[in-house]
């Protein structure tokens, strides 16, 4: 490693390596578990898992609710590669090393990301508890020039002007849809506008004005330098927003948001969650026979 904030090919090799020399798994899919999310990972049969603590050159999870484990297992018979927990910004971390662990999935053969966050909405017709299919995201952080592609471009990873439009799959997204409606569970479906913010405070009044009216639907702390990172190295992504709470958007509304309240919605749509994850991923077309 170079500095505290550059991260290098070689980096993530060695760490994808120790992995490799760890488990039998060989995984296509990554999922990353938001807050209070981390149940996903539960479906997994086979399991291999590794404490964030033990991986060689992996960050650490400091927030409630982010257990930082690795879970490696099978689902419906497809390989995955689970996080336990997520890095944010607002933690401290470098966006290199909030997103460090998806180039090292890349370099373990993984060709889908699946991303999950805990949101609060700004779309009038939500409701908390709600499913949001991310259509889009706008990326505070990146339009202010924080972007996790900064610095040198790795060409061994992607291009350096990589596209973003059409980020999140259109054909997963469907599917993801077609499968609410087999579950019985599309009336708490939604497709929509994820923002990303840098937290870690939630959003004053005037800032949730602002969002709604730019068109956000849901904000939070995460997910954008995720996708980018993926995307730039090719993968496919699909992403899903829970609903935990609504944001405040008038000055006569006392309710007030916190993360407690946050990680229990989560928990109460843990199964249904886990269940449309399972299916996408039985559903999905993966070539499970290489590395
Ligand atoms: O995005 P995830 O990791 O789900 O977490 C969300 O929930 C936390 C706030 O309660 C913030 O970290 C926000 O980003
Ligand atoms: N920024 C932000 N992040 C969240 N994560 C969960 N709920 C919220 C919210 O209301 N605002």
Redesign the pocket.
Known sequence: MHSKDQICHEDYQRTADWLLSQTQHRPKVAIIC??G?GMLADALKCQDSFKYSDIPGFPQST?K??AGRLVFGELKGKTCVCMQG?F?M?EGHSLSKVTFPVRVFKLLGVDTLIV????GSLADSYSCGDIMIIRDHINFPGLAGLNPLNGPNDDKFGTRFPPMSGVYDKSLRKMAFDICKSMGVSQYVQEGVYCMVG??N?ETVAEARLLHRLGVDAV????APEVLVASHCGMRVFGLSLI?NKVVKSYEDNETVN?EA?LEVSKMRSETLQVLVTELISQMDINNNTA
């Open positions: 938001g807050s999310l927030v609710g982010h997520r944010h607002y999950t966050n805990a949101a937290g870690p939630f939070g702390m995460s997910t935990t993360h946050v």
